[in-house]
C-alpha cells in the first residue's frame, strides 16, 4: 500500500488522523475553514439582496 502524505489545506501541515485527513485541514484549521464559508455565505447573500433591490 502506498502512502499518502495528505496537507492541510490552509498551513500545509502533515494531517496524521484520518479525521482530518478526510476534510483535508486540521482540526483548528477546519474549524476557521468553516467559518469562512459561513462568512462567503452571508456576503453572497449580502450580494444577491442588494441585486434584487437594484432590479426593483
Ligand atoms: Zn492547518
Do not use: W
Not at 502512502?3 to 476557521?32: A, M
Not at 462567503?40 to 432590479?55: C, H, P, R, Y
Request: proline share 2%; glycine share 4%; hydrophobic share 25%.
Amino acid at each position: 500500500m502506498t502512502q499518502e502524505i495528505t496537507l492541510c489545506g490552509r498551513c500545509n501541515r502533515k494531517l496524521k488522523d484520518q479525521k482530518s485527513i478526510d476534510r483535508q485541514f486540521g482540526p483548528v484549521c477546519y474549524k476557521k475553514h468553516l467559518q469562512e464559508q459561513a462568512e462567503e455565505e452571508i456576503l453572497k447573500n449580502q450580494i444577491t439582496i442588494d441585486e434584487v433591490e437594484e432590479a426593483s
